[in-house]
């Protein structure tokens, strides 16, 4: 019997059956009374969620519009942006900028840290930058940045749009808007919130909103927040047709995190990703990510010596888990794990037993339902 693929790529991620269905229903048109109704309680539901004063906006793309679209609306050829890095998708700011006109700084740490918040703050005061970016967790290095931490501190730069890329983050890391002085907010739907990819989905406070407004005319057209935002208040209106069955699926997903609660839907991501970090470890790989700093939604593991990463993750698929390669100088040394999103128990211990299965036919010594039993342990004991 063929054996079932389980998707544990750190996204898109599994998407549950009552979210699939949302996709199936029947499309209508967009000025359906009962789906702008839907889409109007949706965009509520996200901006109470995220406790985003400003406005939400929910708009077919992808993660990598969602970076687009903040730098668009906040900025503008010639002015100066400070981008934070911890991995290969804080770099994608550098060619995002570079195409725009704008002088970016960049800052990064060694990939599995983070940049210091100190360090950060002296390099705000070399000059005036009209935004800074920091991605909350960069998929290639499994590390979670300070954002709340890093919010905090810029209260003494209040000309700076503190952008942060939540793709990886958002409905899985704890984020609060207003709270955590973020100005932008970006992810997409295919990573913690579970749906299929599609939409991206970017919260703004008043004063990107006022940034917005002092530029003028901008050069973009289809990411411009001045088209957007008649619809987002007024979800009767029209700018482009909205991905009726996407939207359906979000509030489907949005339904299932407020039944969970949000701080309870932070906490067991949390608790997943230690459990499947000690497992991993246990098994004798080294999560890249150090400690104090690592991501809940997704691990990071660096292969032990002599597994060959090719064979392993096609046992690994053929056991019936997928999942991702590194990236950059860490290509063919690790694997990604994702670990966000709807998973369960049964998903939990499923992987790690796959992974030892898959670390056994590859040859390499490994104490069989050591990892699995590490994952109990930590199911049983929180």
Same mark, same amino acid.
């Given at each position: 019997?063929?054996?079932?693929?389980?998707?544990?790529?750190?996204?898109?991620?599994?998407?549950?059956?009552?979210?699939?269905?949302?996709?199936?229903?029947?499309?209508?048109?967009?000025?359906?009374?009962?789906?702008?109704?839907?889409?109007?309680?949706?965009?509520?539901?996200?901006?109470?969620?995220?406790?985003?004063?400003?406005?939400?906006?929910?708009?077919?793309?992808?993660?990598?519009?969602?970076?687009?679209?903040?730098?668009?609306?906040?900025?503008?050829?010639?002015?100066?942006?400070?981008?934070?890095?911890?991995?290969?998708?804080?770099?994608?700011?550098?060619?995002?900028?570079?195409?725009?006109?704008?002088?970016?700084?960049?800052?990064?740490?060694?990939?599995?840290?983070?940049?210091?918040?100190?360090?950060?703050?002296?390099?705000? $005061? /070399?000059?005036?930058?009209?935004?800074?970016?920091?991605? !909350?967790?960069? %998929?290639? #290095?499994?590390?979670? &940045?300070?954002?709340?931490?890093?919010?905090?501190?810029?209260?003494?730069?209040?000309?700076?749009?503190?952008?942060?890329?939540?793709?990886?983050?958002?409905?899985?890391?704890?984020?609060?808007?207003?709270?955590?002085?973020?100005?932008?907010?970006?992810?997409?739907?295919?990573?913690?919130?579970?749906?299929?990819?599609?939409?991206?989905?970017?919260?703004?406070?008043?004063?990107?909103?006022?940034?917005?407004?002092?530029?003028?005319?901008?050069?973009?057209?289809?990411?411009?927040?001045?088209?957007?935002?008649?619809?987002?208040?007024?979800?009767?209106?029209?700018?482009?047709?909205?991905?009726?069955?996407?939207?359906?699926?979000?509030?489907?997903?949005?339904?299932?995190? $407020? /039944?969970?609660?949000?701080?309870?839907?932070?906490?067991? !991501?949390?608790? %997943?990703? #230690?459990?499947?970090? &000690?497992?991993?470890?246990?098994?004798?790989?080294?999560?890249?990510?150090?400690?104090?700093?690592?991501?809940?939604?997704?691990?990071?593991?660096?292969?032990?010596?002599?597994?060959?990463?090719?064979?392993?993750?096609?046992?690994?698929?053929?056991?019936?888990?997928?999942?991702?390669?590194?990236?950059?100088?860490?290509?063919?040394?690790?694997?990604?794990?994702?670990?966000?999103?709807?998973?369960?128990?049964?998903?939990?211990?499923?992987?790690?037993?796959?992974?030892?299965?898959?670390?056994?036919?590859?040859?390499?010594?490994?104490?069989?339902?050591?990892?699995?039993?590490?994952?109990?342990?930590?199911?049983?004991?929180?």
């Amino acid at each position: 019997m063929k054996t079932r693929k389980l998707l544990m790529i750190p996204g898109p991620t599994p998407v549950a059956r009552s979210i699939q269905e949302q996709m199936g229903r029947e499309t209508v048109a967009f000025g359906d009374p009962a789906f702008v109704k839907d889409f109007k309680e949706l965009l509520e539901d996200l901006k109470s969620l995220f406790n985003c004063s400003g406005e939400v906006f929910v708009v077919a793309g992808t993660g990598t519009m969602g970076m687009e679209m903040a730098i668009a609306n906040t900025t503008k050829a010639g002015d100066n942006v400070l981008i934070v890095s911890h991995g290969f998708f804080g770099d994608r700011f550098i060619d995002l900028c570079s195409r725009k006109g704008l002088n970016a700084d960049v800052i990064s740490s060694e990939w599995g840290e983070t940049v210091p918040v100190e360090k950060i703050k002296e390099k705000l $005061k /070399e000059k005036k930058y009209a935004a800074m970016t920091v991605t !909350h967790v960069d %998929t290639s #290095t499994g590390v979670c &940045a300070p954002v709340a931490e890093i919010g905090k501190m810029m209260k003494e730069f209040p000309e700076t749009i503190y952008i942060v890329d939540g793709v990886c983050a958002t409905a899985g890391e704890p984020e609060d808007v207003d709270a955590m002085g973020i100005d932008i907010l970006f992810t997409g739907s295919q990573k913690a919130f579970g749906v299929a990819p599609g939409l991206t989905m970017l919260w703004a406070s008043g004063k990107a909103l006022e940034r917005r407004k002092s530029l003028g005319s901008i050069p973009e057209f289809y990411i411009d927040f001045e088209k957007w935002l008649p619809v987002m208040k007024d979800t009767a209106k029209y700018f482009a047709t909205p991905a009726i069955n996407m939207i359906w699926a979000l509030k489907e997903s949005v339904r299932i995190i $407020k /039944e969970e609660g949000i701080e309870n839907r932070y906490a067991r !991501h949390r608790k %997943t990703g #230690t459990a499947m970090q &000690a497992a991993l470890e246990a098994l004798g790989f080294r999560i890249l990510a150090k400690e104090g700093c690592r991501a809940a939604t997704l691990s990071n593991p660096v292969y032990p010596e002599g597994v060959d990463d090719a064979k392993f993750r096609g046992l690994l698929a053929e056991e019936g888990i997928m999942v991702a390669g590194g990236l950059a100088a860490y290509a063919g040394r690790m694997f990604r794990l994702g670990h966000m999103g709807n998973i369960d128990k049964h998903d939990m211990i499923s992987v790690i037993a796959a992974v030892e299965r898959a670390l056994y036919r590859a040859g390499m010594p490994v104490e069989l339902g050591k990892g699995v039993g590490v994952v109990q342990q930590h199911l049983i004991d929180s």
